[in-house]
């Protein structure tokens, strides 16, 4: 009789169990995602834009919030840099806290010499070499973002009259990497793909708005601060 009440609990209590790497509340986590990679952006675009937000992670100092965007519920909480990290925060968001939408918000580099700094991407196909998807059985080199996800975005920011351009782009595991220049693609991150395999995996929704922060061509780039801070575009 112990054993089963005991099991009754844990399962019952399970239900508001933390993950391995996320230690919210199950019902503290919206059903749509806003995912920037830095911790502190996830801190700032809750700032600036959520009403009544609260802190609903703090594991490994990955803060997350949930809040109120113009009377939606929404969570932010930060993916880490790579698709390593991404693929672990996605895959729990999506398989123990029965998310269905994750938008990252993130930075890219960009291969093209006409493409200015502070432009806004809004991914279609994510190509990548990484062994992410493979180790998922997924053995493609190349995935698509979510064509409801993007229509909507794309609705919305002409709705903003801002300018969004809808590219593929390339995803790699090696921030510094000389060798992998992928110039059919308008620039280079390191997140999406993982995002995306997982997205499939659960039959969810995932899509990313990436502002450019550096050009590998032209050898500009903005600031760790200004990066921090460089969202606007992708929030409003
Ligand atoms: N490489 C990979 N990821 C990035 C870059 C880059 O140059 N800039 C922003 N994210």
């Given at each position: ?40 952006r ?29 009377g ?61 998807g ?45 060798n992998?220049?992928?110039?059919d ?14 997205a ?37």
């Amino acid at each position: 009789m112990l054993f089963i009440l005991c099991l009754w609990y844990s399962l019952k209590v399970g239900d508001d169990m933390s993950t391995v790497h996320i230690n919210a509340k199950k019902e503290d986590i919206a059903k749509i995602v806003i995912m920037p990679g830095d911790p502190l952006r996830a801190k700032f675009i809750a700032e600036e834009y959520l009403d009544n937000y609260k802190l609903v992670n703090t594991s490994r100092n990955m803060y997350g919030y949930t809040g109120y965007y113009k009377g939606k519920r929404v969570s932010v909480i930060p993916s880490g840099m790579g698709n390593a990290s991404m693929g672990i925060y996605s895959y729990e968001l999506y398989n123990n806290y029965d998310v269905d939408v994750i938008i990252r918000v993130g930075t890219c580099g960009t291969y093209k010499k006409d493409v200015n700094l502070y432009e806004t991407v809004l991914v279609d196909t994510s190509y990548s070499n990484s062994s992410y998807g493979k180790n998922l059985g997924y053995n493609e080199n190349h995935i698509k973002s979510s064509k409801r996800i993007n229509e909507k975005i794309e609705e919305a920011s002409n709705k903003c009259g801002i300018n969004v351009l809808k590219s593929n782009i390339h995803n790699t595991d090696t921030f510094y990497n000389k060798n992998e220049f992928n110039y059919d693609c308008l620039g280079v991150e390191m997140e999406t793909f993982a995002l995306f395999v997982n997205a499939m995996i659960f039959n969810k929704d995932a899509s990313a708005l990436l502002t450019v922060s550096d050009n590998l061509v032209l050898n500009s780039k903005i600031t760790a601060k200004e990066r921090e801070k460089s969202t606007i575009n992708m929030i409003v």
